[in-house]
């Protein structure tokens, strides 16, 4: 008998539900919450509340669109962590009361595990591009930096991360400090495609090992940028999309500098990246680029699988079903998830 599996997200702000058949896609809905957009940020309080309106429709909608109904559902995936709490707390309390009624079982799953497995993604009358085992993920978000040699589709290790903020972070918080808006990355790629990356030039960290810092650069543009507009104050009007280039440009070389690295230590030529940030056009291009000059092998997830979406959740649950794992009704969300 098929494997159907409902996936349910809801870390942060965006309401996901999707439904496999035996790992390929027939529905993935997502929910995307615009309350945030005039805080400049995801407000947790407001996300649990819409995420508590947007979870019923969502689901009804995933099964309607699947031509699934629930009783034929084997199993329910859902997000554990990390994230936020009460955005969690819906999507595992929702899981529990289905699971319940409809008396089958639940696999939790690792939010970031999602967006590792995100490659594994099957569409109907898609050519499948998945990576071998063993493969070095780079995984970039709003929450993460990290490079991930991923073993299985259950074994992981992380081979280097941020010691400070995030990449995505330093796309949002510059982005906040050009007066360009949340999220930063989108606007930041857009306006990056206009400019020069090689007019301006921002100091690059210096961390040991394969680890990442992107608090620094956030400084170096503050400081680069408050100079200029001292000396004229139409500076970043006028240089908009140059500052951006060259900023992106920067983010990207640390970004490309330790997975180098890591894939010359590794000898591993399978390379994947994953997570909002991967959705950067300067980013894709640099990995497919290094790939040729490299001898990679490169697989970059479908821009609509690189942001949070309960498809990568009911993929990487479907996993741990077949390998035997369970999760029991007493489990509670977690908004750190200490490792995979
Ligand atoms: O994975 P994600 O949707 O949420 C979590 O952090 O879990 O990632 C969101 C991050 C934000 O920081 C956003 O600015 C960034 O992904 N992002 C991008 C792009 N699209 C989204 N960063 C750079 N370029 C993009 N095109």
Redesign the pocket.
């Known amino acids: 008998m098929a494997d159907i599996i409902l996936g349910i997200e809801s870390?942060?702000d965006d309401t996901s539900a999707a439904v496999i058949r035996d790992g390929v896609l027939l529905s993935n809905v997502i929910a995307s919450q615009q309350v945030h957009k005039d805080f400049g940020g995801v407000v947790p309080e407001l996300a649990s509340r819409a995420h508590e309106q947007n979870i019923v429709p969502v689901v009804s909608q995933a099964l309607d669109k699947a031509g699934v109904k629930p009783e034929e559902l084997t199993a329910i995936a859902f997000t554990r962590g990390p994230?936020l709490l009460g955005s969690l707390l819906v999507g595992t309390s929702f899981a529990k009361a289905l699971s319940l009624s409809l008396d089958i079982p639940m696999v939790m799953v690792n939010?970031l595990q999602g967006?590792i497995l995100a490659n594994f993604i099957r569409q109907p009358d898609k050519p499948v591009t998945e990576p071998s085992f063993p493969y070095l993920c780079l995984l970039v978000?709003?929450?993460?930096s990290q490079i991930v040699k991923v073993a299985s589709p259950l074994e992981y290790e992380i081979l280097g991360q941020t010691i400070d903020d995030?990449v995505?972070?330093a796309?949002?918080k510059c982005s906040k400090m050009l007066g360009l808006g949340y999220?930063?990355?989108?606007v930041?790629?857009r306006l990056a495609k206009l400019g020069d990356p090689d007019r301006f030039h921002f100091a690059k960290p210096n961390i040991p090992g394969l680890d990442y810092s992107f608090s620094g650069i956030k400084t170096s543009l503050l400081y680069f940028v408050r100079d200029e507009m001292a000396k004229d104050p139409h500076f970043l009007e006028n240089n908009k999309e140059d500052l951006c280039a060259s900023f992106q440009k920067t983010l990207i070389d640390i970004l490309m500098g330790k997975l180098i690295r890591a894939a010359k230590e590794t000898r591993i030529r399978e390379i994947t990246i994953g997570?909002?940030?991967s959705?950067?056009?300067g980013?894709r291009e640099r990995i497919v680029s290094e790939g040729k000059k490299r001898g990679w092998k490169t697989y970059l997830p479908e821009f609509k699988f690189?942001?949070?979406n309960a498809a990568m959740i009911a993929v990487a649950g479907w996993f741990r079903y077949k390998a035997g794992e369970r999760t029991p009704l007493d489990v509670a969300p977690v908004s750190r998830l200490a490792d995979y």
């Not at 999220?183 to 989108?186: C, E, I, L, M």
């Open positions: 870390s942060c994230g939010h967006h978000s709003g929450g993460n995030a995505g972070e796309f949002d999220p930063g990355g989108p930041i790629d997570g909002g940030v959705a950067n056009s980013l690189t942001t949070d």
